[in-house]
């Protein structure tokens, strides 16, 4: 059974800085792609970055040169530095893994995925 745990969300102001983290068992870390995704109140959600099995990363314009997606094999968890926070970032953010990572950041190709950590951005 694939588990996919989040966490790292909590209130902050805007201007800092957070980590998010996903760990994820129950399948060959190694060999997926994985990604984050966020929701806000009333959209839809969105891509944010993901990263592919050989270390291929993608992310949305909005985050591109604030956030940082990496992934650590051995301890089988996913990051997501954020950097820069702005109010418009906050949301719960989701963590995934499949077998690809869409080029538009989709959800498709995204298999599994974990129950969101809460972000929450102070103006």
């Known amino acids: 059974r694939v588990l996919v745990v989040e966490s790292g969300g909590e209130l902050v102001q805007a201007g800092g800085s957070l980590r998010l983290s996903c760990t994820i068992s129950?399948?060959?870390?190694?060999?997926?792609?994985m990604g984050w995704f966020r929701q806000a109140p009333g959209k839809e959600r969105e891509g944010v970055s993901c990263?592919?099995?050989?270390?291929?990363?993608t992310y949305a314009d909005s985050v591109k040169g604030r956030f940082a997606i990496s992934r650590d094999n051995a301890k089988i968890t996913l990051y997501l530095q954020m950097n820069n926070l702005l109010p418009e970032d906050g949301a719960t953010y989701y963590c995934?893994?499949?077998?690809?990572?869409?080029?538009?950041?989709?959800?498709?190709?995204?298999?599994?995925w974990g129950k969101g950590t809460l972000v929450t951005i102070s103006s």
């Open positions: 995934a893994a499949g077998d690809y990572c869409s080029a538009s950041l989709s959800t498709s190709g995204m298999d599994y």
């Open positions: 129950g399948l060959r870390f190694d060999d997926y792609a």
């Open positions: 990263i592919n099995s050989k270390g291929d990363t």
